[in-house]
T-cell receptor, first 114, second 115 residues
Framework: EPEVTQTPSHQVTQMGQEVILRCVPI?????FYWYRQILGQKVEFLVS????????KSEIFDDQFSVERPDGSNFTLKIRSTKLEDSAMYFC????????????FGPGTRLTVL | AQSVTQLGSHVSVSEGALVLLRCNYS??????LFWYVQYPNQGLQLLLK??????LVKGINGFEAEFKKSETSFHLTKPSAHMSDAAEYFC?????????????FGQGTTLQVKP
């Protein structure tokens, strides 16, 4: 069964450094998402991406964040200058088409900012 | 704005007992409704979803949920808990009129199953 994959599984970085989190969505899916889950808190929407552009972003997704689908396969989330409060589990998700379709989630990348 | 409330951050049941996890939503129009499960150190897996038609939805692993518009609820049930059901459960909603389909999650409920 196709699945969403994410790399790395765990990333440790120093405050102020740039990080890139990588995701490979399911191949025939058209909509892509990033969510995050701070330890002990609920899963929060960050951004959605469709047709090679951002379709919606949350208040969390400020100028420090960017997304890219560089090669038709990978979907990346970049944090330009990490802060301590960016420490969280980041989930990538994808869905095929209709908003009624299931969003399939990857296993997540745990980001630790020191 | 849509919101989701899960009553009870922690639910504990005995093996073989009924599981009931509560979810209420706030939305002017009934949204799409989802239940996801998260096992330790894993991603989110869809248990079931309500998109239209049948209000009683059956999912994987013996779980089901009933959409009740009058109560704005979508509670998750399982007749008999198994040890392997111990996990974090998230209720989520998606706006039917939205093309982006972003999910808004509840706080989550940790299910503990005692032997």
């Amino acid at each position: 069964e196709p699945e969403v994959t994410q790399t790395p599984s765990h990333q440790v970085t120093q405050m102020g450094q740039e990080v890139i989190l990588r995701c490979v969505p399911i191949s025939n899916h058209l909509y892509f998402y990033w969510y995050r889950q701070i330890l002990g808190q609920k899963v929060e929407f960050l951004v959605s991406f469709y047709n090679n552009e951002i379709s919606e972003k949350s208040e969390i997704f400020d100028d420090q964040f960017s997304v890219e689908r560089p090669d038709g396969s990978n979907f990346t989330l970049k944090i330009r200058s990490t802060k301590l409060e960016d420490s969280a589990m980041y989930f990538c998700a994808s869905r095929r088409d209709s908003s009624a379709d299931t969003q399939y989630f990857g296993p997540g990348t745990r980001l630790t900012v020191l | 704005a849509q919101s989701v409330t899960q009553l009870g951050s922690h639910v504990s049941v005995s093996e073989g007992a009924l599981v009931l996890l509560r979810c209420n939503y706030s939305s002017s129009v009934p949204p799409y409704l989802f239940w996801y499960v998260q096992y330790p150190n894993q991603g989110l897996q869809l248990l079931l979803k309500y998109t239209s038609a049948a209000t009683l939805v059956k999912g994987i692993n013996g779980f089901e949920a009933e959409f009740k518009k009058s109560e704005t609820s979508f509670h998750l049930t399982k007749p008999s808990a198994h040890m392997s059901d111990a996990a974090e459960y998230f209720c989520a909603v998606s706006d039917r009129s939205s093309n982006t389909g972003k999910l808004i999650f509840g706080q989550g409920t940790t299910l503990q199953v005692k032997p």
